[in-house]
T-cell receptor, first 114, second 111 residues
Framework: NAGVTQTPKFRVLKTGQSMTLLCAQD?????MYWYRQDPGMGLRLIHY???????AKGEVPDGYNVSRLKKQNFLLGLESAAPSQTSVYFC?????????????FGPGTRLLVL | RKEVEQDPGPFNVPEGATVAFNCTYS??????FFWYRQDCRKEPKLLMS???SGNEDGRFTAQLNRASQYISLLIRDSKLSDSATYLC????????????FGTGTSLTVIP
């Protein structure tokens, strides 16, 4: 099993450009999450999904959109990138467990917006 | 006020030492608590869940104090391989699907 994979691993964007980050998991997990990690801020939840076709906002959703068209994939879109979106993005997945979920993380995507 | 607060450290300890990390959380309704470990430039990985009665996994002991809204992690007989950042994680107030991460406590074990 590959676990959770993320594409791309690293990307440089110019302000105003768009891009999509892809997260894929082969563990048949129901739940998937997108986080960003910034120095001094810890991981913050952007959006999450509790099943195919459903998404919900997390703590910092502005400037991002997501889609979960297939159970194994969770896409994070930046329509118009801003320097404030320079960060490391982690995707995670888990089985539902009434709030006790163990989250399995992908290796991260490092995004630099100039 | 942040949902989860941790002392960022860094903690530099010799091999074999015992070290303790603390974490406080702001929402008294939180139900689930975890410690994750994150190596430099890697993804976080679950170290252990924290149960109300406290729990132990080898050299690691986690404690929860609901009255003080405080979680701790104790590492005994530190190894060089324990060097990492330790993240305190608490589930959210409104749903069980939102987890709040502390900024992490950095540990370096010195030979």
């Amino acid at each position: 099993n590959a676990g959770v994979t993320q594409t791309p691993k690293f990307r440089v964007l110019k302000t105003g450009q768009s891009m999509t980050l892809l997260c894929a998991q082969d563990m048949n997990h129901e739940y998937m999450y997108w986080y960003r990690q910034d120095p001094g801020m810890g991981l913050r939840l952007i959006h999450y999904s509790v099943g195919e076709g459903t998404t919900a906002k997390g703590e910092v959703p502005d400037g991002y959109n997501v889609s979960r068209l297939k159970k194994q994939n969770f896409l994070l879109g930046l329509e118009s990138a801003a320097p404030s979106q320079t960060s490391v993005y982690f995707c995670a997945s888990s089985y539902p467990s009434a709030g006790r979920e163990t989250q399995y993380f992908g290796p991260g995507t490092r995004l630099l917006v100039l | 006020r942040k949902e989860v607060e941790q002392d960022p450290g860094p903690f530099n300890v010799p091999e074999g030492a015992t070290v303790a990390f603390n974490c406080t959380y702001s929402n008294s309704a939180s139900q689930s608590f975890f410690w994750y470990r994150q190596d430099c430039r890697k993804e976080p990985k679950l170290l252990m869940s924290v149960y109300s009665s406290g729990n132990e996994d080898g050299r690691f002991t986690a404690q929860l104090n609901r009255a003080s809204q405080y979680i701790s992690l104790l590492i005994r007989d530190s190894k060089l391989s324990d060097s990492a950042t330790y993240l305190c994680v608490v589930n959210g107030r409104n749903t069980g699907n939102q987890f709040y991460f502390g900024t992490g406590t950095s540990l370096t074990v010195i030979p």
